[in-house]
């Protein structure tokens, strides 16, 4: 592993070295013996900063994709974003800003906000070509829904031409199991109405492994072992029109729908013995398998008015989210084989979330006053059953774990916001107002929790232009962050018989002050955040030894102070070599109490990114992206180091028709994660996860068609994140 680190720290230096200076021409000169004037050029060096693909708006980084090199062997948008400043993804293809946020992703300018499964499945879809460029907005303005901490908007190719186009995309992932991605885009535009079809079809086989160790002081010691094989399916179809009525006016409409089916075998150990591990406490193994569906189905509706310097928009959504699951928990002695327990559940899940939303904006001279309204209606219902087998193989009803629970949420939100340019200095200045009333309804413990609270949420972001090639941004926000479903549902999810998390109906949401100060220097972007949250929403492990049972349950913390110092700088080495390097640095300082005790460290890490790209002969591209994230973790557990390093390579046939690429993600299989529980006197409780996230993967794209290719704009609202 020192090895790898030396390789990517020696790649970084020579990124800064060529960053030094724009232009270094070195000329070494060799005299011929008895000549002095006969001197031949052997060498000529150039290092100079790669073409600009890189700008900001309003302090916000905004990165070019289609025709990018450094995206050319990418396969989906996932893939770009990895590759992104600000902006990381991880083993789980979930997706942050600053190693922490978890940002809304926009699409048009509009939010396309889906559960974890469905929107990796929407990027997946995009390839590079169909994508004009990414901005990433790591401090929004009132102007947006409090619960966006961070944005990022992806800006779509327009079909510009009449006629139609489609396309196909599709990705296999390969190692001991296979999974595959086909997606098909049809868009036919006749000048005042352009027809969008999107139809998707995924299927295939994902694993995953748990490694646990856990005992308290002078207690049994416990150790768990878990691996899991997913079998998924899913379907998807979306339809939309867009209709310009004329110049001034125009109405879209759009209809989603996606399916997942999922069938997934967990089979797991738990190995006990007592402190000094002489004696055999118990042996134990468990099947967990588990039959699981979800069904989404979803209705746009937007219309637009533009007369001269004003503009009013309105956004209407539905979205009907209905999951099934049901799991079998089967524990066995290992040594016999004997029968221990034998339990079923049977969870049922529904939500509905309505939605509208109103702005309207005016320009008056070099100022833009807007404005705008949003009511959002939420209900969620939760039921899950549990039957225990008993004496005679009966199974009976568990009051125990069984739980019902219902959720309703209901938002009203407006906000007023002010922009203008003076010279140099461009003004943006907002205030919003969020009301929130919820109820949540444990009905099996007869639990009934109401929330009513009214909070005013500011923001104002300067930003200063010294020239085309440089300018600097500093931000200030307020925002909030809601608990989600699940986190406030208090009932048991399993990770094993003896290992689970509950959910807290009396969790408050956290609020987060952040300030962001952004420069850039041609290519080179550099940003400092620094900010606190209160009431952060965490999750703590509480171990009972007589039971040897390990919960997970979720509460508030005071606080935490968190700073973030990053900078991002491509280079040319040659003409067919461009570097980009990226670091970060983090800090954060979190305020726990656990156990009658308060923890709080300084806690400081670093990641480091690398992408290479190198353009061969003959249209080939080659792609080298290392990534290192030292040692980090919070106030009770630390997390490990790790890395990962992908090769791919690409090749467009056919005048840019067809698109091939092909390459290996986590090439040495180095990004599991593990943690280790700092406290020892208090229990050693040490956890590793893997995914099968090292895998071959062949990527092809075909253009067909008579026009420019564009992908209709799915419309979300931001209630939908957390409907899942």
Do not use: C
């Not at 592993?1 to 070494?28: E, N, P, Y």
């Not at 100022?367 to 899950?384: F, L, P, R, V, W």
């Amino acid at each position: 592993m020192m090895i790898k680190l030396w390789f990517l720290l020696l790649l970084l230096l020579v990124s800064i070295s060529g960053r030094a200076q724009d232009t270094v021409k070195g000329k070494v000169s060799d005299s011929l013996a008895g000549s002095a004037s006969n001197t031949t050029n052997i060498s000529e060096v150039i290092i100079q900063s790669a073409p600009r693909s890189i700008k900001m708006n309003d302090g916000n980084l905004v990165m070019t994709v289609a025709g990018n090199k450094d995206f050319k062997t990418s396969t989906h948008l996932l893939d770009v974003l990895r590759k992104t400043p600000g902006v990381t993804v991880d083993q789980e293809s979930g997706i942050f800003i600053g190693g922490r946020i978890t940002p809304a992703i926009f699409i048009n300018g509009k939010p396309v906000v889906m559960g974890n499964q469905e929107l990796q499945a929407y990027l997946r879809s995009l390839s590079p070509e169909m994508i004009e460029s990414v901005e990433v907005n790591a401090n929004p303005s009132s102007k947006y829904d409090a619960e966006f901490k961070g944005i990022i908007d992806i800006k779509l190719k327009k079909n510009a031409n009449l006629g139609w186009k489609g396309n196909y995309n599709g990705n296999v992932y390969i190692n001991k199991y296979n999974y595959r991605e086909n997606t098909v885009n049809i868009s036919y535009n006749t000048g005042n109405t352009t027809y969008n079809l999107q139809t998707g079809y995924n299927e295939g086989v994902s694993s995953y492994r748990y490694n646990a160790l856990q005992r308290l002081a002078n207690t049994n010691i416990m150790r768990t072992n878990t691996n899991q094989k997913d079998y998924s399916k899913t379907y998807s179809i979306q339809a939309g029109a867009d209709f310009r009525l004329n110049d001034k006016n125009r109405i879209g409409l759009n209809l989603r729908s996606n399916f997942r089916e999922s069938e997934r075998t967990r089979a797991g150990s738990l190995y006990t013995t007592d402190k000094n591990e002489d004696q055999l406490i118990f042996n134990t193994t468990s099947e967990n398998p588990i039959a699981y569906s979800q069904d989404n189905y979803g209705i746009t509706a937007d219309y637009s008015l533009q007369n001269k310097g004003f503009k009013l928009s309105f956004l209407g959504n539905y979205l009907s989210v209905v999951n099934k699951q049901k799991d079998d928990f089967i524990n066995r002695d290992q040594p016999t084989n004997d029968l221990l327990s034998y339990w079923k559940s049977d969870l049922f899940n529904k939500i509905n979330i309505y939605s509208t939303q109103i702005d309207v904006s005016q320009k008056i001279g070099n100022a833009d006053i807007e404005a705008g309204i949003k009511y959002s209606d939420s209900d969620t219902n939760n039921n899950i059953r549990y039957d225990t087998l008993s004496v005679g193989d009966q199974f009976t009803f568990d009051r125990t774990r069984s739980n019902v629970f219902s959720y309703q949420e209901k938002i009203t939100a407006g906000y007023l916001a002010y922009r203008q340019k003076f010279g140099k200095i461009h003004i943006n200045a907002g205030l919003r107002f969020e009301n929130t009333n919820s109820i949540s309804n444990a009905v099996t413990i007869d639990s009934i929790v109401s929330v009513n609270y009214l909070k005013w949420l500011p923001s104002l972001s300067l930003n200063y232009t010294f020239n085309k090639s440089s300018e600097l941004s500093l931000s200030y926000s307020r925002r909030i962050t809601r608990p989600g479903f699940s986190q406030l549902n208090p009932f048991r999810v399993y990770y094993s018989p003896l290992n689970y998390w509950i959910g807290n109906p009396y969790l408050l949401p956290s609020f987060t002050t952040q300030i962001k100060a952004t420069y850039r220097y041609k290519n080179w972007i550099t940003n400092f955040t620094v900010g606190k949250e209160k009431d952060v929403m965490t999750r703590y492990p509480m171990y009972n030894p007589e039971t040897n049972v390990l919960e997970y349950l979720g509460t508030n913390l005071p606080y935490r102070n968190f700073a973030a110092l990053e900078t991002s700088f491509p280079v040319r080495i040659m003409k067919w070599w461009n570097l980009t390097s990226q670091i970060t640095g983090y800090y954060n300082y979190e305020f726990r109490p656990y156990l009658n005790e308060v923890f709080a460290l300084n806690i400081y890490n670093y990641e480091v990114r690398i992408n290479q790209v190198f353009s061969l002969p003959k249209g080939y591209t080659v792609n080298l992206f290392a990534n290192y994230e030292s040692k980090t973790g919070n106030s009770l557990y630390i997390i490990k180091p790790r890395y990962s390093i992908d090769l791919s390579i690409q090749k467009s046939w056919f005048d840019n028709q067809l698109n091939t690429k092909i390459g290996y993600n986590n090439l040495l299989d180095s990004y599991d994660q593990k943690l280790e529980f700092r406290h020892k006197k208090i229990m050693d409780n040490r956890l590793t996860h893997w995914w099968d996230s090292s895998r071959l993967v062949i990527s092809v794209s075909y253009n067909f068609g008579s026009a420019k290719y564009q992908v209709k704009e799915t419309q979300k609202t931001e209630e939908e994140n957390r409907a899942r």
